[in-house]
């Protein structure tokens, strides 16, 4: 047997995404929906019932894991997606290249993603790395950059915390916000201290870098200081391996879904063009998943732009590239694998409706086919055909219910 | 109001079982099928979603506990299924009456069953109470044979555990397993020599007895060793009665079911001719239960033979089971209960696919009758069909549902 699960991000919509249809309902799918008409539809909850879901803590619930038991904080998920080298004691950061103003007030934050920055990525991590902090020098910084405005952070020294406020307001014109200990012991204000000190002189060493004059004089907006949040360690869990005794690999253009998947014992693999965005190269992703099976027993597959065009609250965007999810990674996919002895399942973590351009909390649709799956009566992958589907509504788990139709599932009792 | 509970352990199955169908699909069930006409079908995740059950624990959830807090092992329903007096402290197990051939490696199990050896059970159980043993003196062992190879033992007397591993490793041809404690206390290390010399005595006992040898001398495989698993204690549950102010009774041929049964409060009622296997007598069953509900509230009748035949990969037993259970167990129970007084409702405790031969996650379907069941619009009682019931998807608790169709559950909160 083999296993692939495809989550598209923030896949699920509202009524209103696309005159009175959601996106996924108004594009063209031939592929999914065969996949209905052989297979069965659901409705998941990506947590539970009304809650609604970080991508983190809906993948973690996708896969079999309590989140409300082992999610520790984002920033762990970035930093070992972006293949840092995660210790015990280390708190790891999302961070975010941004742009702030120096004004009469202090510095004020002027664009959170520094223009979705494309190039000059070394140039910034170099400056970065050389920063010795200076009231804490025990404890060293370490960044990595990721794709575009994204990067990692860990601070590692003795004596650290993750209880700490968060670095990046999430708002544009404000001041720059004081990181605050959220805990009373010593730990979480030496964490606090050194957060607030590496953010100044992020500052420092950035905003007059040979880079971000060129972007000025480009127009273009400076990645002149790095906003950290999600403070993490290391998550403690049991492997997909040591549970199911099968061994699988993630295609992940995003450092957080790898980071997921590598935190449960998944293998990365590369793909050139996965790109985490709207132009990723599909294709590749999907000739890259069926080569996966020939070696591995499964392969979970992320694709990021349906989350995106949500988040930009562009539905013809989030519409093509459902239609070339479809046709580029779903068909390819369906025709190189053997049906016989595969199972596969097709959902998303969250919905990221158009008119609210963020995670939602409504139930994602999913879709199981393989040779074990019951059929149901449905024909057409959407949120209302799964929500008349055979497999009715329930909570997580997606990939422990893909393993259990592999027949690699666990006995609990006897 | 009086209720009716019938578990055909292993009921559910996968459509590649027969011609496309499940067992259930394709077997003649015109009594089920009427009781789906008139009431509500649905999916029960016996323990949760994507959960691979075994039989206690599923039964432990769907009588309305939840494993999680409650199972402590499967000996100790095995000892009380078996009517044995399971008193605080002992340590009670499931004991395999086995065949092992003595090697110049060792003992080597040949048997996990001994041929399912129908006959002998006094004489295996007499040499078996009479072993002392050896390094533990002061722990004493008491052993009951059930039916077939079927048995349960408890360990008696001060400082035991029950983490220590299996006797049976549940292969054949594998030299004969050294149990371990999986403490580090001294009571684990204590109760695990303690198995270890009641095995290795039960081999001195048994391979000599008369009955082993008339069984070698008929070309049968011997009973000279017993295999024990599933160590554990009396569960603290609070009793059914004590939840929801009713009493009633268990009809169940299986001494796990009976045991499960038994811990919750239910009253044993045996029945002659109830085997636990393919050939149990259910017209006997179904009249024992018809009878209960003269004199108490309830009665949880629990069929096996699906389990076995979905064991034994045989398609063809499993539907004709099903066809028998439906017109010699469900049809005499519904014409002999009062319908404007009575809640009924059928299940499985796990499905249990011909192709795979053992447990797997597939939620199983349910279907409730009685007066105060909301009809919905399914008319025959299988997988696809509780796929679209109209009580739609839920985990475990069907006894408590059942009991809340009788006005019987408590109310929580005020």
Redesign the interface.
Known sequence: MKAVLVVADGLGGRPTDWSGQTCLEAAATPHMDALAARG?L?LVDPIGPGVRPGSDTAHLSLL?YDPHVVYTGRGVFECLGVDMDVRPGDICFRANLATVLDTDHGLRVADRRAGRIETGHDELEKALNGIRLKRTPDIEVIFRASTQHRGALILRGPGLSTHVTEADSHRVDALLLDVCPTDSDPASARTAAAINDFTRLSYEVLHDLPLNRRRLAAGKPPANIVLVRGASTRPNLPSIESIYGVRGAVIAGGALYRGVALTCGMKPIDVPGATGGLDTDLMAKARAAVGVLDRLDYVFVHVKGTDNAGHDRNATAKLQFIERMDAELIGPIVSGIDHGSTHLAITGDHTTPIDYGDHTVEPVPIVYAG???????TSAFGEREAG??????????????L???C?W??????
């Open positions: 069965a659901g079999g040779p074990n799956v019951v059929c149901d009566r008349r589907g055979g497999l009715g509504r329930w909570s997580g788990r997606v990939l422990p219910i393993f259990g139709y027949n599932a666990p006995k609990y009792g006897s």
